[in-house]
Every structure is written in C-alpha cells, then in structure tokens.
C-alpha cells in the first residue's frame, strides 16, 4: 500500500481557533520520490506489483472535491485527506470538528483518559470535604500597661485622683494634759511639734488626703508654725493666736481659716471646759477653704522613698527627746511588724482619742533648732530659716544629717553628713523640734 512509503508528517502548525483550522495535505516531496522503491513484475521481487481482481475503483477525496482512483495518486500530488469516515463537504474549521467520529481506539483513549480526570477530580472533592475548616486564630491582645499609681505630694502614699487634688488644711491641736488624747492626730500626713508657753507643747498637724470627722482641740496660732505651713501652701485653722501671730499671717498672707471669722466650721463639745473644747472636721474646713477659692495646694514635696527598706537588726529601736520636761518629753519604740515607730508621751503611750490607737509615725525627725523666749518673757520662738543638724529615724535605723530651709515658703531639704538628699517612707512623718541634737538619744 503507499501508506507504507509515508514519511513522518511534519508538525501541525499552531491553531488560533476552530474555525481556522483546516484538514493539512500530506505531501511527499519530489526529491524523495528517487529514493522510493519502482514497482515490477519479477514473482522474486517483494515489491512486485500483481494485477489486482476487477473491481469498483477505490478513490478517495481531495480537496476539489472530484474523487480519484488510487491508481490516478502519484507520489508528488498534493491533497488534502479528510478524516476517516468523513464524507466530502463544504463544512470546515468547528463544523468540522463536530462531524468528526473518532476511530474505536481512539474512543477507548479518550474513554481513558475521562475516568482518570474524572477520578482525580472526585478524589480531589472527597479530600476537600473531609478536610475540617481551619481554627479561627484569636487576635492576639496586648495587654494595656497598668495605670501608674497616683501619689499623695503630702505623705507619698497611693490616692486617688481626687485625694490628690485636694488643698493642704493645718491645724493647730493642743497638746495639754487637759487636751489628751486628741482626736484625728491619727490621719495627719505631717506633724510638726514644738513648745507654745511654759514648755507645753503644741502640734501643727496638716491634712490632704485624708478627711477626719472630729478634729481637736483646736487652740491658738503661734508665728513660728506659719513658716511650716506654709512650705506646703496650706491653709491654717486655729482659734485666735499672739498678736506677733496674728501681724504675720497678715505680712506673709497666709490662708487664714480663724475660728473668730468663720465660727461655722467650728464647734465646742460639753465633755470638756474652755479652752480645750473646740473642735472642728476637715469638711468643715474644706467648705470654708471653698467659699474662699482656695481648692488647691501648690508645693514641693517631701522626697519619698518607692519602697521601705527596714533593717534586719535595728540599730535605733528606742528613742527619746528631752523637750522641756517630763509631761512633754517623748519616748518611741520601733515596731518591726509595721515598720514603724510607737509613740509616747509624759510617761504614757500617745493614742488617737476617737480610735484609742497609739499613734505610730513610719518617720521620725528630729531638727536641732535654735530656741528662746520672746521679750515678753512667755512666749517661745524658734529659728524657722537657715540650717541645722538633724536625725532621721526610719526602718529601725537612724541617720544623721543637716536640713535647711530658706523662705518660709521654701520647702525642708533633708541631706546626709555627705551632702545625699534622704528620702522618707511613705506614710506619717513626725517632726520634732528640739533645742540641741544632743537631747536625742536612741538605742
């Protein structure tokens, strides 16, 4: 068959779409035609040509559509063959394409290659479908930084904001055998003591944060306290005073909540006799320090320690101020538990009168001050300004040191013999004033 003499077709040329596309002619180049065997007649020839039974003449289709028979086909002809089984017609390109039957084998590859396709498809389905829907991933949160803590510019200790805000109310308390024990000494931030008259003492005892219902008994204002009060811009509650007192709350303008001018915001109780009943409470006060507009304190705080440190074996667990004499002398004994030190008086533990608790400052100052009569020869006064030596007491330990202050509105600066600046605890500070360090003593 000339079949058997094809040479292998040359690549289809690329395809844009169906209906470009046309049945290629198989063609067999005129300089091959040399090399393709002649046919004869010789029995021993295996290319012999025998003559064939008479029958129709085969043709086949070309591309004008007239048939030929085989015998017409020579090697250089061109023509274009159609697909097997095709008929002859003017379809072309799609309509072509959708005429076509694929051969048996053909029908089997493709029949194959469907079940592959469609078992990976299916295989591919199932595997999706027994996969399980990924875990949502929760958001990671970032935790908001903690709220710095707000600080009393008084006594260090936490507080709220409005705590904070609160102006600084003194208050001059008696400290008379008549006026023990006191009421609210307890929740005082600051108390300065020192001698009034004829060596009876007095205290200076200053508010902010905290708000003592009973308060008393409130007595008269002496000068050296204003200078105190006013390193804390507080305001200055007391019943009358010297009449050297009374010209300096005039020349350095203090805050003056004197009972005389604002009786309201005091009262006498029955339990005790004039002079020692009056009394008064820090919203009384603060009611009167609003009318005035004075709702805040602007001041330097005392520099206060982040955390305390007590000692693992005290070295000043007992100490005594000789101040004017026995009745007012005080004595304090270091309480490791609390980290503070028990307060006594003229013999006696010193308790608040409202809670019957024995005040317990978590520091104790002593300040060496210079001391005399006025020329009255009564009253006292003290060196409010300068510098002098000091102790400060706190977690069981003693350190010695200057303080100074400059105008009375200047803050204490506390230092150690080697210039440091000292911080204090946080918590009640008790500030006594002595004549000389050497009347401290401790153990």
């Known amino acids: 068959m000339i079949d058997d003499f094809k040479r292998p077709p040359a690549p289809e040329p690329a395809r844009t779409d169906f209906n470009s596309w046309r049945a290629q002619p198989i063609r067999i180049q005129p300089e091959a035609e040399s090399a393709l065997p002649r046919p004869t007649n010789d029995p021993a020839d295996p290319f012999a040509v025998h003559p064939a039974p008479a029958a129709e003449p085969e043709t086949l289709p070309v591309h004008s559509g007239q048939p ?8 250089d002809d061109t023509l274009e063959l159609l697909p097997e089984h095709a008929t002859p017609d003017k379809k072309t390109g799609l309509n072509a394409l959708l005429a076509w ?22 295989a591919f389905a199932l595997s999706r479908k027994e996969e399980k829907p990924a875990a949502p991933v929760a958001a ?14 008084l006594t260090g200790l936490t ?3 409005e705590q904070q805000a609160r102006p600084v109310t003194g208050v001059m308390v008696e400290n008379s055998p008549d006026a023990r024990p006191q009421s609210g000494l307890d929740q005082a931030g600051v108390v300065f003591e020192a001698i009034a008259e004829a060596g009876i003492t007095r205290f200076l005892a200053l508010y902010q944060e905290t708000n003592p219902g009973v308060l008393g008994p409130v007595r008269s204002a ?7 009060a006013m390193a804390f811009d507080a305001s200055y509650a007391h019943v009358g005073g010297s009449p050297d007192a009374l010209q300096r709350i005039k020349d350095i303008s203090v805050k003056d909540l004197d009972q005389f001018y604002n009786s309201g915001a005091y009262h006498r109780i029955s339990t005790r006799y004039a002079p020692h009943n009056v009394y008064t409470s820090i919203d009384s006060l603060t009611a009167v320090e609003t009318a005035k507009g004075w709702t805040q304190s602007s001041y330097a705080s005392l520099p206060r320690a982040s955390k305390e440190a007590p000692a693992q074996t005290p070295t000043a667990a007992s100490i005594n101020m000789a101040i004017s004499g026995p009745t007012y002398n005080v004595h304090y004994d270091y309480d490791k538990a609390s980290n503070s030190y028990k307060r006594s008086e003229g013999g006696a533990a010193h308790v608040d009168n409202e809670t019957k608790q024995q005040l317990s400052p978590k520091v104790v100052i002593a300040l060496a001050t210079p001391y005399s009569l006025m020329s009255d020869g009564y009253h006292s006064q003290y060196q409010t300004t300068g510098s002098g030596k000091m102790y400060i007491f706190q977690n069981g330990i003693v350190t010695p040191g200057t303080w100074s202050k400059g105008q009375p509105k200047d803050q204490f600066v506390f230092t150690t013999d080697a210039g440091d600046k000292i911080s204090l605890n946080a918590g009640q500070t008790w500030i006594t004033m002595v004549n000389d360090i050497g009347a401290v003593t401790y153990q």
Request: proline share 13%.
């Open 222 to 228: 002496r000068p050296y306290y204003l200078d105190w």
């Open 68 to 75: 030929i028979t085989a015998g017409q086909l020579a090697v």
């Open 101 to 122: 039957r694929p051969t048996k084998k053909q029908a089997i590859i493709i029949a194959a290659a469907f079940l592959v396709l469609a078992g990976g498809g299916t």
């Open 159 to 161: 507080v709220t904001a």
């Open 140 to 153: 990671v949160k970032t935790p908001a930084p903690a709220p710095k803590p707000i600080v009393s510019p």
